[in-house]
């Protein structure tokens, strides 16, 4: 191969490479390289979840045992997997409390965060 070739060849491949490249330019929601897709990355509002939420409504937790004993339920207990979430229910519940699961106020979970997170659970596309 000469040495043109071989410079077009290098050239094509890293053309290859630039759409990624302008997303990771223009996207701070991926942190790091390569670049991973928009599928593989978890959301802000599941972000939110696992760490404010996940100790009690992830498997294993004490919110998601209490709900899967409740009549009715469906997904186990566990709040990702239903589809009957709505944002308002979901911040209603979080600010005043409900039965078991004490109130979480703004100081703990901002009012933004708390929408990404509800978003998420109401599997809202944000
Ligand atoms: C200390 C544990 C705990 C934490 C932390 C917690 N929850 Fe809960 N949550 C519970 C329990 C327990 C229940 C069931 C309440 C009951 O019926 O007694 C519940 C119920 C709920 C419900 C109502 C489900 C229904 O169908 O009635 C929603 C929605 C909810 N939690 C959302 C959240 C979100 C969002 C967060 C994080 C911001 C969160 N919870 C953090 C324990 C917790």
Request: with cysteine; charged share 15%.
């Amino acid at each position: 191969m000469s040495v043109r070739q071989f410079s077009l060849l290098l050239l094509a491949a890293a053309s290859l490479q630039l759409p990624a490249v302008a997303q990771q330019a223009t996207s701070a929601a991926s942190p790091v390289w390569p670049p991973v897709s928009e599928a593989a990355a978890p959301s802000q509002g599941e972000v939110l979840f696992a760490v404010t939420c996940g100790r009690c409504h992830r498997a294993g937790g004490m919110g998601t045992g209490i709900l899967s004993r409740r009549p009715g339920i469906v997904a186990g207990g566990l709040l990702e997997q239903r589809e009957d979430l709505i944002v308002p229910f979901v911040q209603t519940v979080v600010r005043r409390g409900s039965g078991n699961m004490p109130r979480i106020s703004r100081g703990e979970v901002s009012d933004p965060e708390l929408a990404l997170i509800a978003a998420y659970l109401a599997k809202e596309k944000k």
